[in-house]
Structures are given as C-alpha cells and as structure tokens.
C-alpha cells in the first residue's frame, strides 16, 4: 500500500525528504492526509463547509451554529463530526462578535492552541519535525514587523478571552503562550498547504505535517492534490527506487529567477532542482541558442476593446504560436535530456510573461462567449502548460478539459472526430493520473470519450 511505496529518509547531500522504496509509476497514490488545522478563505466561508471544505449546493440541508451565526456546515454529518472542535472556539467567536478580525493564518495558530491542550504539546508527532525559519524570519525587518503583529494580536486575545484572571497577569504565562504562539506561526508560514477545489481555485489553507516532508522541485514527480479538506499526494511522472520524491511548493508559472526569488524569499533556499540549475554556472552556448528560438514580442499587450475576437487574430494569436513553438522546442529539449531551461532573462521573461497574458485572455474569450477563438488558444497553449507545468499535472489536465469541453461545444459536421477524440483520451489519461480515476473530471471525461468514440465508430 501507499506506506510501501515511499519513505522518509535523511540523505548525505539533499538532507530529509521522502524517497521512493521501488519504481513507482504515474498516478499512484503516494500519501494521504486529513489536515492537523485548517481554515477557509474568508471569501469561502458562506459558501463551502467548514468541516469537509465542499461547496454548500443544498441550502435547505445546511446546518449554520446557532451560538456564533458564523460557522456552517452541508450537512448534520459533517456538523456533529465538528461539534466537539468548533465548541472550543464557538464561545471565543461569541465574545468577539462583529469584531472578530481572524484571518485563516490566525485561525490556524487558534486551532493547534486548542488542539495542544493546555501544556501546549502537540497531539501530532510530526508537528515537531516541521521546519522552522524563526531566526531567519525575525532577522528580516518587514517579516519580523508582520509576524509579532500577529503573534501579539493571537497573545492578546488569547490572554483576554481564553484565561483565568490569575494566569492573565502571570508574566511567565505570557511568555509562554507568546513562545509557543510564535512557533507556531513559524511552522505554518513554511509548511501550509493553499487548499484547491475541483476547478483549482484556493479554498482555504492547512497544515499536513506529513506532506510537508516532501521536498521541492520545480519539475515535480509528484503532485499534493485535494479530496475536500484532504490531501493526497500522487506521482505524476514515473519514479525510480531510490529518487526523491518532491512536489512544488510554488506556482510553476514563472521563470526561474522569479521562481529561485520566490522560494528563497518564502521557504529560505535556493533551488538547484534540474529546472533551475546551478545559477553559478555561465550560460552555454546550447543555453542562448535555445533562448534565440523564442523571438520576444512586445510585452505590453494588454489591449481590450470590444472586439476581442480582432484582437484574438490582430495581436494574441500570432504570440500564441509563439509560445506554442518555443514551448514544443523547449519541451521536446528536455525530453532529450538537456534538463536547462533557457538562461536569457530576457527571452524567459517574456516567454512565461506572454504565456501569463494568454492564459488571462483565454479566459475573456470564453466570457465573451467566443468559444473558437477560446478553443484555438487553449489548444495553442496546451503545449506551454506540458513544458511549464508537466505532461500529467492538474493545472495541464484543467486545460485539456477546457479543450474538450470546447471542442464538444463547438463541434459541427466538418470537425475532425479523430483529433477530438485523440485529445480527449490525453484529457483522460492526465486527468486519472493527476487527479485519480475516481474523481469526478475523470468520470466525466471518461463519458465523453466513450460517447465520442461510438460516434466515430459510425463516421
Ligand atoms: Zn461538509
Ligand atoms: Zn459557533
Ligand atoms: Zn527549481
């Protein structure tokens, strides 16, 4: 099962991480976890569960606490499964009223003070093996400024509403509560998880002690993906026994000087993963050749008018077979096995730039309606998001599914039922190793295809 498949490991160069007992092929399940704390996005807190993070489809089944008017729940289940937590908290939500300013950050450091317990030990073990960048963060001026906001806020109101008069003016209590509020926070801000739904939107955040174990790469092998308020980590790429297993702790979309900026500035390292390389090492003369094959057009193309569909020919299409080209060459360059991404900030700049503003675009089009043009994009970017992304990621498999489903719309007597069914077969294949077979995308991407295979079988 799942635990065989990989392991924890301390390794002479790379430090701890989780390595693979045996080859492991694409879509395994690696690990799963239910959150040690979590918390909803304010914007998602009237819309989705507070227990299992679904959205609240039911209205007439929901179940909102009585006491605080501020928690609700899809269903009696999922309410008396969050009775005996949400108790501890209802009362402090009470007596904070309108003024009850916690944000899911906040919520978080509430939760493992509930859940510790008045010694303050963690119920869960591997809490304690989470890293923590306390010093690093406090020698930060503007992160230290940030930080004690927040812990001499979650002190105040900790001291204000959750103690007895005599711990209240108890100095050493104070300091204790302020220690341990601070290392939590420490914790959190390195290892938190941004829940997604099924569309990838971030829902919430949570901390899965276990997962954190998972190291970084910018071309992951695998891929933490959520059930709910669960987490799943599954591989996306075939693993080698003995390989590390790591997953991205950062969106993929930027080049690697952004990337290399936002995982020093975040989780304190640089990365040397095969994507990023070794930044010491000067550029080759294969590196700037590849760079040369990406022509960087203009970057300021943010032009909207009221006719998107001109603009979609005049000015977007020719960058998106841009992209498409320098994606295609870019991508088949790794799968030869030249791991370098190319090196002039210049030409990847705008690269992932152009791929951003397209990817903006797409979606105005299909706002306005404009379902060719949408498909066309989408299908010009499909090979950016395998070069950027992965073959099997979600975020690849979202936009196959945004292929197919426009494929599907747009589909008359002259479409080419063997493309549409080819593309929707690599929507299903990416879709069950990212997501899993069982999930609801890849049902009904599995319906599709079959539906459009007994069409094509009459053709
Ligand atoms: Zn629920
Ligand atoms: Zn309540
Ligand atoms: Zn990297």
Not at 154 to 173: F, G, V
Not at 309 to 330: F, G, I, N, Q, S
Not at 390 to 400: I, K
Request: aromatic fraction near 8%; hydrophobic fraction near 35%.
């Amino acid at each position: 099962m799942a635990q065989q498949l990989c392991k924890m490991r301390t390794h002479k160069a790379c430090g701890r991480g989780i390595y693979a007992n045996t080859d492991i092929k694409p879509g395994k399940v690696l690990h799963q976890s239910e959150p040690f704390v979590y918390a909803l996005r304010e914007e998602c807190a009237d819309s989705h569960c507070h227990a299992c993070f679904k959205a609240i489809v039911d209205v007439d089944r929901c179940k909102v606490c009585t006491k605080c008017n501020k928690v609700r729940y899809c269903s009696e289940a999922c309410y008396s499964k969050a009775a005996a937590v949400h108790d501890l908290e209802c009362e402090l939500f009470q007596s904070l009223g309108d003024k009850r300013n916690l944000t899911p950050t906040m919520l978080l450091m509430l939760r493992w003070w509930f859940k510790s317990g008045k010694n303050g030990s963690s119920p869960c073990a591997t809490t304690k093996m989470l890293s923590d960048h306390g010093t690093r963060i406090m020698d930060d001026a503007k992160k230290s400024k940030e930080f004690q906001l927040i812990i001499d806020g979650m002190t105040h109101i900790i001291r204000s509403h959750l103690l007895d008069a005599s711990q209240c003016n108890d100095s050493t209590e104070f300091d204790r509560i302020h220690s341990l509020l601070s290392s939590y926070l420490f914790k959190i801000s390195t290892n938190v998880f941004s829940i997604t739904n099924d569309d990838l939107d971030v829902i919430g955040i949570g901390l899965y002690p276990g997962a954190a174990l998972f190291n970084h790469s910018c071309s992951p092998n695998a891929v933490a993906v959520f059930e709910g308020a669960n987490l799943v980590v599954r591989s996306i790429q075939a693993i080698k026994e003995k390989d590390a297993i790591c997953i991205a702790y950062i969106d993929l979309d930027g080049d690697s000087t952004s990337r290399r900026n936002k995982l020093r500035d975040s989780y304190f390292f640089d990365c040397f993963c095969d994507r990023c390389g070794d930044s010491q090492k000067p550029s080759t003369a294969a590196d700037n050749q590849e760079d040369n094959q990406y022509d960087a057009k203009s970057k300021s193309l943010i032009v909207r008018g009221d006719d998107l569909e001109k603009v979609w020919r005049t000015t977007y299409k020719p960058l998106a077979e841009d992209v498409h080209k320098y994606a295609h060459k870019a991508y088949l360059a790794r799968l030869d096995g030249c791991p370098s991404t190319p090196k002039s900030t210049q030409a990847t700049k705008t690269f992932h730039e152009n791929f951003q503003q397209l990817r903006t675009f797409q979606l105005d089009l299909i706002d306005q309606q404009l379902f060719s043009c949408a498909l066309e994009c989408a299908k010009f970017l499909q090979g950016a998001y395998e070069y950027v992304y992965g073959q099997c990621h979600p975020v690849t498999a979202q936009n196959l599914h945004v292929i197919v489903k426009l494929m599907t719309h747009t589909m008359d007597a002259q479409s080419n039922i063997r493309e549409v069914c080819a593309l929707t077969q690599k929507c299903v294949t990416a879709t069950s190793i990212a997501r899993g077979d069982e999930h609801p995308i890849s049902k009904e991407v599995r319906g599709k295809l079959m539906e459009l295979q007994s069409v094509a079988g009459r053709c």
